[in-house]
């Protein structure tokens, strides 16, 4: 991590927004894990049983990365085992509206585009 981070900075990639905070919420699994989150917090078995073909590895991963960016908190609570709870925080729950319309969008337009993936397979 620290090495991507160097070189990040070395070539001022850092100080782009879109680079640097768009990249970080619009991979696979980040979207699916803050709309799963809006719900209210949740542990992290009930975040694996609700996005079922996501890894344990990738969601550990995943929940860091969005922790780091300040979107979800995490909370410890000593028990054998330990249980740790996922939310949502302020900074996380300002996405909701912009995701939504993504969801919105992308639901209407579904059928426009798998229409042109159908004509683009026909044509390659």
Known sequence: ????????????????P????????GDKW???VILQLRAGGQRFSQLQRA????????LT???RKLERD???SRKVTPSTPPRVDY????LGQSLFEPIGAMAQWAIDKQP???KARDQFDRQH
């Open 87 to 90: 939310a949502i925080t302020t």
């Open 51 to 58: 996005i079922p073909d996501i890894s344990q590895r990738m």
């Open 61 to 63: 991963q995943t929940l």
């Open 30 to 32: 980040s979207l699916l």
């Open 112 to 114: 426009d585009i798998l």
């Open 18 to 25: 879109i680079r640097t905070v768009l990249a970080q919420i």
């Open 1 to 16: 991590m620290k090495k991507r981070e160097e070189i990040e900075k070395k070539l001022e990639l850092n100080l782009c």
């Open 70 to 72: 300040g979107l979800v």
